[in-house]
């Protein structure tokens, strides 16, 4: 069956799909299975071990990709040993591991806050056998019992935590939200940036549009994203991780033969126009943008800003506001260099530093919660 754009826009009208002519309501169709969310509940009641109670927190971290590239070895007693696990790596987009690491930070600073408001307090060593690879440690956490520690009001927002991948809506962002992170963030080595005014915000999203478009266009960078996307409500289920697409929409393509990774490769066929259109009314709606540079680019430096961006992320859900990353024109490939250079420039990040994070901030709706794989998944000892 072929697939009109027009029949295309019917079904993202609103759950129903027009179907050899006929239509039906499919409300539920390709809906996010429930086991593949289970996880932002928390850990189970029953669970005793306080290092498993605070990982249960920290694998709802953000991450490139939703790959969850986090590997824990628990064999000594309160302690954990976090590895990163070189089987869930994007070596086209990533390939220092810049942003895979930005991934722990994010997964530490949740790590350390569940731990506190369980009564832990959980001390962090970064690096222990020295200089990261990929066969040593990330991290030891070391778990102590402290009672009447205090509660980090962001921790309440875990569970509530999303990127926002859709479009924002048509407001700008309220100067006491701006003040609000800026003030929260107070990171000198990290700062934070935020432009909001009509001039800079094209500039930017003109370089985010560029740099998103580089990607698509450049056939292995494309393919590392289209590798793990989860299409459907059977391979979300089945993997709990990568892109999920889902929906009516998603799921009308499918039958139509429309939607699969073959045809999300190829320029120009609905499955392809689909996601780019998805991306740029995500940029179009872009009403502010935000970053974080670093001086320098060390190992320990991307731990930090993860921690930093993932407890400003916490801020934006606490505050309402919506904030999805935009990584593509960060990236260190060769092709994107000079979109690159360019994005430095425009964000005044002097040459030497970097810019680490980079995201548009705005209002949406809550679009629910992204698969996580379960805990034992991710325990290797
Ligand atoms: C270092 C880093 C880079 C990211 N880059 C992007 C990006 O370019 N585009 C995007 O939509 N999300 C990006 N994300 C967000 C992840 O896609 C998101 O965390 C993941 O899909 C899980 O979804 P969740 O944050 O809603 O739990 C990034 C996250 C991190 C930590």
């Known amino acids: 069956m072929a697939v009109s754009r027009k029949t295309f826009l019917r079904i993202l009208g609103g759950g129903i799909v027009v179907a050899a002519g006929a239509a039906i309501a499919v409300p539920r ?10 996880g932002w509940r928390g850990p189970g009641p029953d669970e005793a071990d306080p290092r498993r109670r605070a990982l249960a927190w920290a694998l709802l971290a953000p991450n490139p990709h939703n790959l969850q590239s986090w590997a824990v070895d628990l064999s000594q007693p309160d302690t954990i040993v976090l590895h990163v696990d070189a089987a869930r790596l994007l070596p086209q987009t990533d390939s220092f591991s810049r942003q895979i690491l930005i991934g ?20 962090v060593t970064l690096f222990p056998e020295g200089e990261w690879r990929l066969d040593k440690p990330v991290a030891r956490v070391v778990f102590t019992r402290q009672p009447g520690l205090a509660v980090d009001p962001l921790f309440a927002e875990v569970p509530r935590r999303r990127t ?13 939200h701006k003040t609000a992170f800026l003030a ?13 005014d009509a001039e800079s915000v094209e500039r930017l999203r003109a370089l985010a549009v560029a740099g998103s ?7 292995r960078t494309h393919k590392e994203s289209i ?19 889902k929906g009516p929409m998603i799921w009308a393509l499918r039958q139509a033969g429309q939607m699969t990774p073959e045809k999300a490769m190829t320029p120009g066929t609905l499955a392809w126009n689909g996601g780019r259109d998805y991306a740029m009314a995500g940029y ?8 974080i540079a670093s001086a320098d680019n060390t190992r320990e430096t991307q731990i930090a800003t993860g ?20 990584s593509q024109t960060l990236q260190e490939y060769p092709e994107m260099a000079e979109l690159r250079a360019a994005m430095h420039r425009q964000t005044g990040t002097p040459a030497g530093a970097m810019l680490q994070m980079f995201f548009r901030l705005g209002y949406a709706g809550d679009p629910g919660p992204s698969p996580r794989r379960a805990l034992p998944s991710f325990v290797t000892v």
């Open 164 to 176: 926002v991948k859709g479009k924002f809506e048509a407001r700008p962002l309220d100067p006491a």
């Open 184 to 196: 929260g963030h107070a990171l000198p080595t990290l700062p934070l940036a935020i432009a909001d």
């Open 213 to 219: 478009e580089m990607e698509m266009n450049t056939h």
């Open 29 to 38: 169709l390709d809906a996010m299975p429930a086991a593949a969310v289970e």
């Open 104 to 123: 722990h930070g994010c997964f530490l600073e949740i790590l350390a806050m569940a731990a506190a408001a369980d009564g832990y307090r959980a001390e």
């Open 227 to 245: 590798d793990v996307a989860r299409i459907g409500a059977a391979e979300i289920a089945a993997h709990r991780d990568g892109i999920s697409l």
């Open 307 to 326: 921690r930093a961006f993932v407890r400003l992320q916490l801020a934006a859900r606490a505050l309402g506001v919506a904030l999805q990353p935009h």
């Open 284 to 291: 179009a709606s872009a009403r502010a943008f935000g970053w």
